[in-house]
């Protein structure tokens, strides 16, 4: 077990990415696709909260962002390939 988590622990490390946060919001709306899951990410006003669902809040969350709208374009029950999408729209965006 102790070799698994130092695995695990490693991959998560090398594969982590950069998130640009401008006022506790993503700077621009961004839409990106993974395999069959379309998410659409929009910035949100100071207050607003997180408005999405499901894997989009978890990632969003962990990312450390605090008022964001999310939408699935493209519903799929995959919910690996929605938190791909969001990690990888993410690490698109423009400071």
Known sequence: VAQSMQKATHQARKNMVT???????????????????????????????????????????????????????KRTGNKINIARATIGALSKLKA
């Open 19 to 73: 998130v640009s946060i401008k006022n506790s919001t993503i700077p621009h709306a961004i839409q990106y696709k993974y395999g069959s899951a379309v998410v659409l990410l929009k910035p949100a006003p100071v207050g607003n909260g997180v408005k999405a669902g499901g894997a989009v809040r978890a990632v969003v969350k962990l990312a450390g962002i605090e008022n964001i709208t999310a939408k699935l374009i």
